[in-house]
Antibody, heavy 120, light 110 residues
């Protein structure tokens, strides 16, 4: 059974850096074809794709946020980390990690999400 | 990358059908057959309902179907049931390993 779970701070101050961790089980990111992605959703708004990391450590980012995002993986811990710098109130959202299929075309299993509020 | 356009809302009575459109451009939906649809109940994570425009994952009722024509993809829910009331989002590959979501549609079962 594949599961993913996000963790991180519930509250960050403006200008701070956010670090989120996705801990997963049921698959290995060292296996060819495995990919993990991050998505966020501001309250009452639509989903937004953020970043993706692949089994070979290839990394891809949203064009609009690429200067603020860093994605990495720790295969031994079955974890993927997303770092977002210079947080602003508009970054308040629920952040989800999800596994992508081998073709990198859709998310087949999602975590439950973690809510992050940016406020002083 | 601009969000794909979906109608804000759609509705139908139990047993009826509802179709949600998702309009993109030639650079995303029009070029790639990689549209997926997600159902999201309030306070819950999204769930995959359709992938590669028309494929249904195991466990998803066959009341859910997808199609694509040109720059527009569609999700149809036939035989509406109360549990189908949710938000629905389309998602497409947009080239160069980037992706775009739709604006979301709230489906109400009357």
């Amino acid at each position: 059974q594949v599961t993913l779970k996000e963790s991180g701070p519930a509250l960050v101050k403006p200008t701070q850096t956010l670090t989120l961790t996705c801990t997963f089980s049921g698959f290995s990111l060292s296996t060819s074809g495995m990919r993990v992605t991050w998505i966020r959703q501001p309250p009452g708004k639509a989903l937004e794709w953020l970043a993706r990391i692949d089994w070979g450590d290839d990394k891809f980012y949203s064009t609009s946020l690429k200067t603020r995002l860093t994605i990495s993986k720790d295969t031994s811990k079955n974890q993927v980390v997303l770092i977002m710098t210079n947080m602003e109130p508009v970054d308040t959202a629920t952040y989800y990690c999800a596994r992508m299929n081998a073709g990198g075309t859709h998310m087949d299993v999602w975590g439950e999400g973690t809510t992050v509020t940016v406020s002083s | 990358q601009s969000a794909l356009t979906q109608p804000p809302s759609a509705s139908g009575s139990p047993g009826q059908s509802v179709t949600i459109s998702c309009t993109g451009t030639y650079n995303d939906i029009g070029y790639y057959n990689y549209v997926s649809w997600y159902q999201q109940h309030p306070g819950k994570a999204p769930k995959l309902m359709i992938y590669e425009s028309s494929q249904r994952p195991s466990g998803v009722p066959d009341r859910f179907s997808g199609s694509k024509s040109g720059n527009t993809a569609s999700l149809t829910v036939s035989g509406l049931q109360a549990e189908d009331e949710a938000d629905y989002y389309c998602f497409s590959y947009a080239g160069s390993n980037t992706y775009v979501f739709g604006t979301g549609t709230k489906v109400t079962v009357l």
